[in-house]
Each structure stands twice: as structure tokens, then as C-alpha cells.
């Protein structure tokens, strides 16, 4: 059973205008979420994240945004540029579990094109 | 330059040849996690250590060893590679707690044939 869920698998958006990648989330133990962007042939490269006791976190032209009653947490890119075509994962982790462990659980990520 | 560093970066292999995947960090980071992603199904954890001499089993141990003897290294070893493993490979490692995400390896790309 997916417990992280990136319903889109691609998303193009114009340069300038804003980027939403939306995720999904079933274990209402997930406490801490993070965003990642993969371009080709590298590894994931970590953008932002939050904590549950926030509903916003802000990084320059990345905002995560965070509704815990609907399990959902969105990434706003704004504006969009050509070098954020890449793959977006969404995490999460039950970052206060008993063993202290630090586990990500990873959505199947979101290709986003920005067409120049 | 914070690192995390994986060789092979390419490797092709036959079935049942074993195999070590090597991975190391050099930013003292006590947590480190073998990942592996395949086509339409993200990233799915292999294995997982919080320290020297402490690992555990994610979501898809199956036909993979690691060790930690040293906190730097966290190879990963495939005893008997099928063709079902065939994939893409990350090491990831991190501090304790989440504030900065993990740092990942650049890859291996694995082909079992």
C-alpha cells in the first residue's frame, strides 16, 4: 500500500508562471515531510521541507505548504525558471519514532517541465 | 567537498556473481540508507543504519547484505544478483534529525543479466 502519493506523473508549466506539485500522504504518523528534485543521471538533491507543527515553510521561490486534517502538502515554484525541469519527490518520516529512526518514505515523483 | 561517494557508477554483471556496491561519506553523518529506484515506482528503501554496527531492514531487503563497521562506509552487497535487481542504486546519508534532508550519492546503475 502506498503511503506516499504523487498522483501526477508530469506536470509542464510556462516560465515565469507558477509550478504546484501536489502530494498525498495515508499514515497519519508522518511528521516530518521533504521535497527533493532529481535532474538525470545525479542523485536526488534535497529542496525544503517541514515540519508538522507548521502549515508553511518558505525558501526563496519554493514554498512548501502543509494541510494535516487532508493528509496533503504541495511545492509552489514561483516563477518557474528552465533549470527547475527535474523530478520532485515528495518524503515523509515518522521523525519521532521509538527506535530514533530517520526513515523516508518516497513518493514515485513528478516530472515538471518548464517550457521556456 | 561534503560528499556522499558510490562506486560503480555503471556495472553490468551476470546472475548469480557476487557483487559490492561501495558507499562513502565524509561529513561524519551517523545515518546512512541504501535506496533503489525503479520505473514507476519511486524510491524504495533497501537497508538502513543509524550508526557503527547498527542496521536494519527497509521496505525491500531481499537479496541484499550491508555492514557499518566504520561510520564512513556502508557497502551495499548483492551474494547472489538476479536480474530482478536490476535498477538504480543511492546511498544517502544524513545527521541525526531531518533538517537537512538526506545527501545522496550520484547512483549506480546496475544490469544483472
Known amino acids: 500500500d502506498q503511503q506516499v502519493k504523487q498522483n501526477s506523473p508530469s506536470l509542464s508549466v510556462q516560465e515565469g508562471r507558477i509550478s504546484i506539485l501536489n502530494c498525498d500522504y495515508t499514515?497519519?504518523?508522518?511528521?516530518?515531510f521533504l521535497w527533493y528534485k532529481k535532474y538525470p543521471a545525479e542523485g536526488p538533491t534535497f529542496l525544503i521541507s517541514i515540519s508538522s507543527i507548521k502549515d508553511k515553510n518558505e525558501d526563496g521561490r519554493f514554498t512548501v505548504f502543509l494541510n494535516k486534517s487532508a493528509k496533503h502538502l504541495s511545492l509552489h515554484i514561483v516563477p518557474s525558471q528552465p533549470g527547475d525541469s527535474a523530478v520532485y519527490f515528495c518524503?515523509?518520516?515518522?521523525?519521532?519514532?521509538?527506535?530514533?529512526?530517520?526513515?523516508?518514505?518516497f513518493g514515485k515523483g513528478t516530472k515538471l517541465s518548464v517550457i521556456p | 567537498e561534503a560528499q556522499v561517494t558510490q562506486n560503480p557508477r555503471y556495472l553490468i554483471t551476470v546472475t548469480g556473481k557476487k557483487l559490492t556496491v561501495t558507499c562513502s561519506q565524509n561529513m561524519n553523518h551517523e545515518y546512512m540508507s541504501w535506496y533503489r529506484q525503479d520505473p514507476g515506482l519511486g524510491l524504495r528503501q533497501i537497508y538502513y543504519s543509524m550508526n557503527v554496527e547498527v542496521t536494519d531492514k527497509g521496505d525491500v531487503p531481499e537479496g541484499y547484505k550491508v555492514s557499518r563497521k566504520e561510520k564512513r562506509n556502508f557497502p551495499l552487497i548483492l551474494e547472489s544478483p538476479s536480474p530482478n535487481q536490476t535498477s538504480l542504486y543511492f546511498c544517502?546519508?544524513?545527521?541525526?534529525?531531518?533538517?537537512?534532508?538526506?545527501?545522496f550519492g550520484s547512483g549506480t546503475r546496475l544490469t544483472v543479466v
Open positions: 499514515n497519519s504518523m508522518f511528521d516530518y
Open positions: 544517502a546519508s544524513s545527521r541525526q534529525g531531518l533538517d537537512y534532508g538526506y545527501t
Open positions: 518524503a515523509a518520516s515518522e521523525e519521532y519514532s521509538g527506535a530514533g529512526s530517520y526513515q523516508l518514505t
